[in-house]
């Protein structure tokens, strides 16, 4: 369970008492205080590790910290990296949630969506490490779907991920895209969509005005049943305006931040 210690009001912290608490938990996130503003609490997380102005966090790497926005507000989370080191957060995670797939009206699928490793309630990191498959019914229709448990205590529940999912998308790596506009990058990043990803540029560099529905039919018929689907749910949240080539570099950015949770879950275990 997560450790809420510090400040919850937009006051000055005390980090004498969240480096008291987060010594008594080492490698335990521990919730230090929430901030005014995102702004503030990136540059705290960014003194915390380096004791920088914050001499209660000496020696410098003594602790770890992040910042993250929730609903209520952004908070700096802190860890005691004594007897360490531990399993670092991962950029995002990824799951298979039960959604409307959009191949015909209301059909059941299973989409693959990436989200910030953080709880959106409190911050708090997501239980990244202890995804595992589960097999439920919806609308009388057997899936495999993925479940976790956050150690904050607050459960995610799958319509609030998939929203999450449309409204955080993967950052895009800087390899994969430059300049303006979207650029489709090296298909190699996509991990598990390369060939998804290689069909859709071959047949876009074919049909230049070609559309991410087109794209998303192709790959349907071709197989690629759930890259297709992602497709369409990204299609839906643009609200159509979405190219074929802007669905390939969806799905690199997706398969990119899919294998970084994958190595990063590997090498917790290890």
Known sequence: MRTAVGSRHRTRVNHAVVVEAARAV????????????LASAES???R????ERIPAYEPAGSF?????????GPFLWVRSTEGGP???LPARMSVRIPA???AAPGEVGVLTVSVRPFCQVCGGPRGWDVVGPVEM????????VDRWSNPCGHDDVYADVLEESRRTPAAVDPAISRGRGHRPGDPARAGVFRP???LVLQAAAEHRAMHAKQAAALLRINGHVEAAGLVEVKIRAERGHLSAKAAAHFLTVEGAARRSTSTTRQESNA
């Open 64 to 72: 770890e910290a992040y910042a993250a926005s929730t609903g209520s």
């Open 137 to 144: 019914h919806v609308r009388n229709v057997l899936v495999t």
């Open 100 to 102: 409307m797939t959009g």
């Open 86 to 88: 531990y399993p670092a």
């Open 48 to 51: 915390v590790p380096l004791a």
């Open 44 to 46: 705290a997380a960014r």
């Open 196 to 198: 998804a990803v290689e």
């Open 26 to 37: 080492p490698g335990t996130w521990v919730q230090a205080a929430a901030y005014a503003s």
